[in-house]
């Protein structure tokens, strides 16, 4: 997968795995990884699916509509992706906190929902429920903070409020948070985000 990655002031400090939305490049999100944790390894990953020459991390069936079987296999392919980045770039594995936002933040719901191990823990901008219906791993000790746009016309509330209660019944520790916007990533929500993680 063509990525970045930028090694921290110590291997041994988290390594936060940047998601961009539909359109987007591995460049999208270097900025909110400098307000999140200055200090950490950056691996920025681009998307491998292309829908109208827009990079994206898996396809759709239409706008909301997840192609589920693309999904699965999208997902167990960045799974194995930071399994394999893990060696090369001598990052701890168990130290991984993913950074997504819209579609970024759709696939790192759904290593959440379908890996045990593959995160330590996730900011998700704007995610919408990646799979209804199936169990999800035990979650214990995974730290989530959401945000969330009231009136986002892509993600509407609900989808916020069903993945927090999803998380949760996985025994996720999850915090939703509210900014009175669309679907647009707002710097009030990253500086939320950059708290919640400092009080970690």
């Known amino acids: 997968m063509k990525h970045i990655f930028q090694k921290g002031k110590s291997p041994s400090n988290p390594t936060l795995l940047l998601l961009h939305g539909t359109g987007g490049t591995e460049q999208d999100l270097l900025p909110l990884a400098e307000l999140i944790d200055a200090d950490a390894n950056i ?6 699916v292309s829908e109208n020459g827009m990079p994206r991390f898996f396809r759709r069936l239409a706008e909301g509509v997840f192609d589920e079987e693309d999904l ?3 997902t167990k392919e960045l799974n194995e992706f930071l399994d394999e980045a893990s060696e090369k770039y001598e990052f701890d594995r168990n130290n991984v906190v993913a950074v997504g ?14 890996y045990q191990d593959a995160l330590k823990g996730a900011i998700l901008h704007h995610p919408m429920v ?39 019944n996985a025994s996720a520790n999850v915090e939703l948070h509210w900014e009175n916007r669309g679907h647009q990533l707002t710097l009030e929500e990253v500086q939320a985000a950059g708290q919640w993680y400092k009080n970690k």
């Open 72 to 74: 699965i296999f999208r």
């Open 43 to 48: 691996l920025s990953v681009r998307g491998n």
């Open 130 to 168: 990646p799979r209804r219906g199936v169990d999800l791993p035990d979650l214990t000790g995974k730290d989530v903070f959401i945000a969330a746009g009231t009136n986002d016309p892509i993600c509407p509330a609900q989808e916020s409020e069903d993945l927090k209660s999803l998380l949760e």
């Open 101 to 114: 936002y819209s579609n970024g933040a759709n696939i790192a719901a759904s290593l959440l929902f379908h």
